[in-house]
């Protein structure tokens, strides 16, 4: 269907103590192997990714951050850098999810400065963009979706963002159990490829992953990755059970394998 390879990762939140990390991260490591047509990655909370790095073992399994700050080091009192996240085994670092944005004063600008710094580092970005429902039924869904996209890779160009991941969650999907339908989701995903290509250039848009975030469940994760351009997912809750994120990463392998 398409060279991109399914990305699958789950976001645990505030959630799990370290040796619940540890004991989930093994099961999902056990699944995965030493290698699979679907990467998968784990964002544990930020006392847990040591533990969880060494539970990943040699398995193909990345680690992923929940967030960053954008300077290596200095007087940022209860920050995180992405020297010290690529320090502790981080290869991916979500940013700019909808819960930073609404609850910790996170701004477009606040988001590229991170974007940038996880680059200089080689730390793939995932960068979280959506729409809430007041936005969507004010028929505003692209505007504010590429509207983030556009901000936060502004002055950058395509070779600096080559290992660019965006994850599309629309803020009334998240953790609710309402999830966009396949087809509306495919919609806002080809958007966001397009505008990409009218701003960077196709070729390197048409490499970049778009995962889809928003109460993916085992019963809808097949339905969404049959999308051409849903190359994965962003998955909260479910991601909590090895029981349900096991399957979610098999409908990637599905997707992988189409
Ligand atoms: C998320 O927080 O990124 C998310 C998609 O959560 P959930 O799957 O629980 O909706």
Redesign the pocket.
């Known amino acids: 269907m398409t060279d991109r390879k399914p990305l699958i990762a789950g976001?645990w939140?505030l959630h799990n103590t370290v040796a619940e990390s540890q004991a989930l991260a093994g099961a999902i490591a056990a699944h995965v192997g030493d290698g699979s047509a679907c990467e998968v990655v784990l964002g544990p909370v930020a006392t847990s990714l040591a533990a969880v790095k060494e539970a990943l073992g040699g398995s193909a399994v990345g680690l992923a951050a929940q967030n960053t700050h954008w300077e290596d080091s200095g007087a940022w009192t209860g920050e995180l850098s992405p020297a010290l996240l690529l320090d502790v085994g981080c290869g991916y670092c979500?940013i700019g999810?909808?819960?930073r944005r609404q609850f910790f004063g996170e701004t477009d600008a606040g988001v590229r400065k991170k974007l940038a710094a996880l680059l200089v580092h080689k730390i793939v970005p995932i960068l979280?963009v959506g729409e809430s429902l007041e936005q969507r039924e004010a028929g505003k869904t692209l505007e504010v979706v590429l509207g983030q996209v556009e901000a936060a890779t502004e002055g950058l160009d395509a070779v600096a963002l080559a290992p660019l991941v965006v994850?599309y969650?629309p803020i009334w999907?998240?953790?609710?159990?309402r999830t966009a339908k396949a087809e509306d989701a495919q919609e806002v995903h080809r958007a966001i490829r397009e505008h990409l290509a009218e701003l960077k250039g196709k070729s390197w848009a048409d490499s970049v992953r778009v995962l889809y975030?928003?109460?993916?469940?085992p019963n809808n994760a097949e339905e969404l990755l049959s999308q051409p351009d849903v190359d994965g997912?962003?998955?909260?809750?479910?991601?909590l059970t090895a029981d349900n994120f096991i399957p979610i990463i098999d409908a990637g392998i599905g997707r992988a394998e189409s």
């Open positions: 976001n939140k979500i999810h909808s819960e979280c994850a969650e999907a998240i953790g609710t159990g975030g928003g109460s993916v469940k997912a962003l998955v909260g809750g479910a991601s």
